[in-house]
């Protein structure tokens, strides 16, 4: 069996491996992330900080169970982030919103809070489809990317729990 620190380092290195794909289709294949897609690394990076935190801390009980429901936080934000995107790249054409502004342009001229419901409702960049594998895009690989991300933060808390609790029962029968 694994240990707590094993399986966040586990959940740590996936989305570590997330971020560098991401980084790798930007950087060496030319695909500019839409406003949509850097939320989306965000939650990840979130995800990934909340694993790294608890292989370091290795807390025991409520201690995991509090590490995991941050990286479950951060991976369940990331698939509404996620699915929205999907949404988008499914609309018909004539309903898919106008392109807008670039991130760095909206964080300059506007609050945070108005950025962040601008990004959520989506432009025309976000309902392009830059590339597919066995027919899913990018925003849907990466939504089935956290929905896992999000069944292992709960998985790292509870098999190494249950496995301590078989451990002391079978101590005490002994």
């Known amino acids: 069996m694994l240990s707590y620190r094993s399986l966040c380092l586990l959940g740590f290195l996936g989305c570590v491996g997330g971020l560098a794909f991401a980084l790798y289709l930007q950087h060496f294949k030319g695909f500019e992330p839409c406003p949509m897609c850097i939320f989306q690394r965000v939650a ?93 895009s990018l925003p849907m690989w990466t939504m089935i990317t956290f929905i896992g991300l999000s069944f292992w933060a709960m998985l790292a808390a509870a098999l190494p729990t249950i496995a301590e609790r078989r451990a002391a029962a079978s101590a005490t029968r002994s």
């Open 44 to 136: 990840m990076a979130g995800a990934g900080l909340f694993f790294l935190i608890g292989a370091l801390h290795n807390p025991k009980g409520g201690g995991r169970w509090a590490y995991a429901v941050l990286a479950d936080l951060c991976a369940i934000a990331g698939v509404i982030i996620a699915a929205r995107h999907v949404w988008l790249q499914g609309l018909p054409a004539d309903q898919v919103p106008a392109c807008g502004p670039t991130l760095d342009y909206l964080l300059g001229m506007l609050p945070v809070m108005e950025v962040v419901q601008m990004v959520l409702k989506g432009d025309g960049n976000c309902a392009k489809i830059d590339a597919q594998w066995l027919g899913l």
